[in-house]
T-cell receptor, first 113, second 119 residues
Framework: DSGVTQTPKHLITATGQRVTLRCSPR?????VYWYQQSLDQGLQFLIQ???????AKGNILERFSAQQFPDLHSELNLSSLELGDSALYFC????????????FGPGTRLTVL | AQTVTQSQPEMSVQEAETVTLSCTYD???????LFWYKQPPSRQMILVIR??????QNATENRFSVNFQKAAKSFSLKISDSQLGDTAMYFC????????????????FGKGTSLLVTP
């Protein structure tokens, strides 16, 4: 158990819908990262937050957004869902936003029908 | 963005034997970190080992060790005394400064090597 929690574990929804994925980092970690793992794209970095502020952006679609709250938990919002958004979404956390080990949560499996 | 290449999509090894997984990367940076992550069938991403580029000594964690060749940009993982529980997907990852930020970092992953340990 990495100490990073993600909810829900599984999510099944329809095209065009909007969902919210939630992540709580390890105790003491201030930085949160979101990654997407799909069969065709592999593991891709989406976005990073540090102490409530966005620090880095990867291949995140405009339909996706995220934020980190004062209690350091983070939410990833996915809207206007398409079939291709079906993937495993990981949250990871680290103590600092720079060179540091990232510890991954168990992931949220999103299925868009 | 830096690229990470794992040239072995699948590998198989017998229990108690040793196996080496390959990884090469491309970067113009001098200071960086490299990682190996393990993803078993449960899909959890588990950190196996990390290597700081400025350290000449290869990292070791119990049965896991790396062969880091900085000039060749090579970072292979050796698993000794393989166990059935080592069956998993193994990802090599490079920590890079994000091109869309001057203070953020992200992991750039290879496509992975699927390792099967057989009795």
């Amino acid at each position: 158990d990495s100490g990073v929690t993600q909810t829900p574990k599984h999510l099944i929804t329809a095209t065009g819908q909007r969902v919210t994925l939630r992540c709580s980092p390890r105790s003491g970690d201030l930085s949160v990262y979101w990654y997407q793992q799909s069969l065709d794209q592999g593991l891709q970095f989406l976005i990073q937050y540090y102490n409530g502020e966005e620090r880095a952006k990867g291949n995140i679609l405009e339909r996706f957004s995220a934020q980190q709250f004062p209690d350091l938990h983070s939410e990833l919002n996915l809207s206007s869902l398409e079939l291709g958004d079906s993937a495993l979404y990981f949250c990871a956390s680290s103590v600092t936003p720079t060179y540091n080990e990232q510890f991954f949560g168990p992931g949220t499996r999103l299925t868009v029908l | 963005a830096q690229t990470v290449t794992q040239s072995q999509p699948e590998m198989s090894v017998q229990e108690a034997e040793t196996v080496t997984l390959s990884c090469t990367y491309d970067t113009s940076e001098n200071n960086y970190y490299l990682f190996w992550y393990k993803q078993p069938p449960s899909r959890q991403m588990i950190l196996v080992i990390r290597q700081e580029a400025y350290k000449q000594q290869n990292a070791t964690e119990n049965r896991f060790s790396v062969n880091f060749q900085k000039a060749a940009k090579s970072f292979s993982l050796k698993i000794s005394d393989s166990q059935l529980g080592d069956t998993a997907m193994y990802f090599c990852a490079f920590m890079e400064r994000n091109s869309n930020s001057n203070s953020g970092y992200a992991l750039n992953f290879g496509k992975g090597t699927s390792l099967l340990v057989t009795p």
